[in-house]
């Protein structure tokens, strides 16, 4: 059986639906700077590792100029900071959960590759009501995820045991953060990747909605709709 006193959430896909406004405000940049634009589907695939990251997607796969990067990150940067509450929510059934695992007593945290002001902002913005322990966006002098460094950090503050927290995401790095922490993983189907990702980056299980994460914790080892 598990006893598991703390949740790690990435936030991205996993807590919130960002996808929108993160498509919205990275396409108004390439038009600001001459470049053409992309679908929120192909989005999905541009995010979850950092802004630079998602800058150097935008840019390489339609043959920019990477001089540009600099430019189409300050537009970036601009744009979501006026756009990241307009078409953002929670997924269904995240409050509901982030307020079950509050009241067993469980810490929840946050550690996600957004700039950590962004991270703050929408977590105050979309979750007031919750209270979390830990809350880690990508600050300065930290790589980002799937570099173990932050996560590590976060279970030292908490002075807990690897072996008594979660950690949830939607995607391969967040299943490989995991791995690299040596923590249990779950992968959630509801968020920006497929099940073959999540199964590749070995989750432990993955889940189809935040009830069964809760079931996770409750139950022990018995949930998930695959259990690896």
């Not at 996560?151 to 908490?158: G, K, P, T, Y």
């Not at 690299?180 to 993983?185: E, V």
Request: proline share 4%.
């Amino acid at each position: 059986m598990l006893n598991i006193k703390a949740i790690i959430f990435d936030l991205d896909g996993t807590l919130l639906d960002t996808i929108d406004d993160i498509s919205d405000s990275m396409n108004l940049a390439l038009q600001q700077n001459g470049l053409r634009t992309f679908s929120v589907e192909e989005y999905k695939y541009f995010v979850g590792s950092g802004v630079d990251e998602l800058i150097r997607n935008t840019i390489s796969v339609q043959n920019a100029d990477q001089s540009l990067h600099e430019s189409l990150k300050k537009c970036y940067l601009d744009n979501y900071a006026r756009r990241q509450h307009i078409k953002t929510k929670p997924y269904p059934g995240i409050q509901e959960l982030l307020k079950n695992l509050d009241d067993l007593g469980l810490i929840v945290n946050v550690l996600s590759n957004k700039p950590d002001h962004d991270t703050q902002t929408v977590i105050n913005y979309y979750f007031p009501n919750i209270k979390f322990g830990r809350v880690y966006g990508k600050r300065p002098g930290y790589l980002v995820k799937p570099n173990p460094l932050a996560v590590n950090e976060m279970i030292s503050e908490l002075q807990i045991s690897k072996t008594e927290v979660l950690y949830v995401g939607d995607t391969y790095t967040d299943m490989m953060t995991a791995k690299n922490a040596g923590l249990i993983s779950i992968g959630v189907l509801w968020g920006f990747r497929k099940v073959t990702e999540l199964q590749a980056g070995d989750a432990k299980y993955i889940v189809t909605n935040p009830e069964e994460i809760l079931a996770i914790v409750k139950e022990g080892t018995q949930y998930g709709s695959i259990d690896r």
